[in-house]
């Protein structure tokens, strides 16, 4: 199973990328939810996103690739 190490936000409601890299506590307290998305929407507040305006995914390991920039 993979390890949810980063979770990646994109806020359509503004155009912008989020990016989270989770500490060992915010791992720890992800354990205890069931439903990834009730665990996400007690980061909107700390990270100033609203879970309705955006589409997420996790992974494990993070890579980015910009072309044009």
Known sequence: MM???????LDYSVGEVI??????EQIK?????DD???????LEDEYDFRLKD???MTTESY??????F
């Open 54 to 56: 955006c589409l997420w």
């Open 19 to 24: 990016k989270i890299k989770l500490t060992q």
């Open 63 to 68: 890579q980015e690739r910009s072309y044009g």
């Open 36 to 42: 990834f998305e009730s665990y996400l929407s007690t």
């Open 3 to 9: 390890e949810t190490n980063y979770i990646i936000i």
């Open 29 to 33: 307290e992800l354990e205890k939810y």
